[in-house]
C-alpha cells in the first residue's frame, strides 16, 4: 500500500511535512522519504524503515529539508519521491498505487522516446518513475497528469511538487482518497484525512475522483473536475484505514461498529461467555458485535508493540507470522473455560488466525466461533498494493477452490464461491472452519458491509469480494 503527504506553507513546511508523512506510517513498511523545495531548490531524503521507524530514520535529516513546500511518503515498494528533470521543468514526485499495465507502457515510452529509466527496485522499475515518463509525454504538467490517469490500468494517485506549489491528482475512479487540510498560511494534502489534525490543519475539502488541483500556500485550485464515477476501495474501511479517518465522510471506526452490529443481528443461537477482537483492527468490530448482541465484550489477550509495533514489518511471510503470535500475550482468567467469539478483520492466508484460535485452546478455551468482518477475500487486488502474495492461491479461499474444481475455474464458479446464500460457498466455508480448528465460523455478508459503509453500493470497489471493481 503506501500513504502520501504534502505540505505548502508561507514559511517552512519541514516539520508539518515531517510528522504529516510519519502520522502514514499503518500504510507500508519499506521505505519512506521526503522532498522540499527551498531557497536553495529541491532537497531529497529517502530511508529504508524495514527495521526502524520513520521519525527515528528522519529526525537527523530535518535541518537540510529546509523549504516551503514538500511532498512526503510511506511506502510498501519503492524508494520515492523521485526528482525529476524534464521539458516540463524540474519537480519531485511521489505516488501510491498500482500499475497493472507496466510491460506496455513501458513498451510504448521507449517508441515515444523515452531513452531509459534509471531507479529499479527488486529487479523492476520504479513505478514512480514509469508514472512520471507518462507526464513528460504531454505539453503541459496538467496534461501529463491526465494522460497518465488516463493510460494507467489500475489506480494511481499523485502528488507532484513544483516551485510554484503542489499538484495533486486523485486516481481515476478515487480507489484511494487525497484530503485537503487548511490553516492560517498553508494548506496541506493527505491520504489519510486524520494526519493533520494535530498539526493546527481544519479539514477543507476531498479530492473527487480524477480531480487535479495545484495547491499553493494562498489557495486551492482546481485544474480538472472530478469525474462522475467513483470506485472507492471497501477494504480500507475493513483493514487499512486508521480508526480516526474518514473516507468520503464514513468514518472507519463507526463504519466498524457498524459491521458489527450487523454481524450479530444475524448470529442467532451462539452462545459465548465474551465477545473479543484480535488486536487492534478487529477490537470495534467486536464492540459493535457486543454492544449489539449482549454479549460482554472482553480482552482475553493483549497486544505487546514497544519492539514490535507491526506484525507485517519483516519481509518474510514466517517472521511476520511468529512476530504476530508472540504480540499477544494471555490473560488466563479471562480464556481458561471459557466459550469465546473471536472477531478479526479478514481471513487471508489463514495461517495468523488459525495459529491464534489454537493459542486460545492451549490457553485453555472451550469454544472458539469466529466471525470475520469482511467477506471471503476470493480474488487479488488489481487496483492496489494490498498484499505481498504473488499468487491468488496464497488466499485460502483460492487454494480450496482450486481442490475441489481444479486448476482452470470460471468466473462463473467463482461466482457461485462468492455467494453467500450458495451451497458451493457454506461448503466452502465449513471446510475453512474445519481446517482452522474453529467452533464455528461465519463470515460477514459483503451486503451487510457495503450497508456499514453507508455509501451507494456502486460507489464502492468491491473486487476482493466478488471480483467487481
Not at 127 to 150: C, F, M, P, R
Not at 169 to 185: L, W
Request: glycine share 10%; charged share 25%.
Amino acid at each position: 500500500m503506501g500513504g502520501i503527504f504534502g505540505v505548502a506553507s508561507k514559511t517552512s513546511c519541514t516539520l508539518d511535512l515531517f510528522f504529516g508523512t510519519d502520522y502514514h506510517s499503518h500504510l507500508g513498511t519499506r521505505r519512506g522519504g521526503m522532498a522540499v523545495y527551498g531557497k536553495d531548490g529541491f532537497q531529497r531524503s529517502i530511508h529504508n524503515i524495514e527495521n526502524t521507524p520513520f521519525r527515528t530514520k528522519f529526525d537527523r535529516d530535518l535541518d537540510e529539508l529546509e523549504g516551503t513546500l514538500g511532498i512526503g511518503c510511506i511506502s510498501d515498494l519503492d524508494p520515492q519521491p523521485l526528482l525529476i528533470h524534464s521539458h516540463l521543468g524540474s519537480y519531485a514526485l511521489t505516488t501510491v498505487g498500482l500499475i497493472q499495465n507496466e510491460r506496455e507502457l513501458i513498451e510504448d515510452a521507449f517508441i515515444n522516446g523515452h531513452i531509459h529509466f534509471m531507479a529499479m527496485s527488486g529487479g523492476r522499475i520504479n513505478a514512480t518513475e514509469l508514472v512520471a515518463s507518462l507526464i513528460n509525454q504531454q505539453a503541459s504538467l496538467v496534461e501529463g497528469l491526465l494522460y497518465a490517469q488516463e493510460k494507467i490500468k489500475g489506480s494511481m494517485s499523485i502528488l507532484l511538487l513544483t516551485p510554484e506549489g503542489i499538484y495533486a491528482s486523485r486516481d481515476r475512479y478515487g480507489r484511494t482518497p487525497v484530503t485537503i487540510g487548511k490553516k492560517e498560511g498553508a494548506y496541506c494534502v493527505s491520504f489519510e484525512n486524520f494526519a493533520y489534525l494535530n498539526l493546527g490543519y481544519s479539514h477543507d475539502m476531498e479530492l473527487g475522483p480524477g480531480e487535479i488541483v495545484l495547491v499553493t500556500p494562498e489557495s486551492v485550485e482546481t485544474l480538472s473536475p472530478p469525474k462522475e464515477e467513483m470506485k472507492i476501495c471497501a477494504f480500507l474501511w475493513s483493514y487499512y484505514g486508521y480508526p480516526n479517518s474518514s473516507y468520503e465522510g464514513v468514518n472507519v471506526e463507526q463504519m466498524r461498529y457498524n459491521c458489527g452490529k450487523l454481524l450479530a443481528g444475524r448470529d442467532d443461537g451462539v452462545e459465548a461467555d465474551s465477545v473479543a477482537g484480535v488486536p487492534d483492527s478487529g477490537i470495534a468490530y467486536a464492540i459493535g458485535y457486543a454492544n449489539e448482541s449482549g454479549i460482554p465484550f472482553s480482552r482475553p489477550f493483549i497486544k505487546y508493540t514497544p519492539t514490535w509495533p507491526r506484525s507485517f514489518m519483516p519481509s518474510s511471510q514466517k517472521q511476520r507470522n511468529l512476530i504476530a503470535k508472540m504480540k499477544l500475550i494471555p490473560v488466563d482468567c479471562l480464556i481458561r473455560g471459557k466459550k469465546l467469539l473471536l472477531i478479526d478483520d479478514s481471513i487471508v492466508r489463514g495461517t495468523q488466525l488459525g495459529e491464534t484460535t489454537d493459542f486460545l485452546y492451549q490457553s485453555g478455551a472451550r469454544e472458539v466461533h469466529v466471525r470475520p468482518a469482511c467477506p471471503p477475500l476470493v480474488f487479488a487486488c488489481p487496483y492496489l498494493n494490498f498484499s505481498r502474495s504473488s499468487s491468488e492461491y496464497d488466499l485460502i479461499t483460492r487454494r480450496i477452490i482450486r481442490e475441489r474444481e481444479g486448476d482452470k475455474v470460471s468466473d462463473e464458479t467463482l461466482a457461485r464461491y462468492s455467494d453467500p446464500d450458495s451451497t458451493d460457498y457454506l461448503e466452502m466455508v465449513e471446510e475453512i472452519r474445519k481446517r482452522l480448528h474453529f467452533t464455528t465460523l461465519r463470515f460477514h455478508r459483503l451486503d451487510d458491509l457495503a450497508k456499514s459503509v453507508g455509501l451507494e453500493p456502486c460507489k464502492l470497489c468491491t473486487h476482493c469480494w466478488n471480483g467487481k471493481g
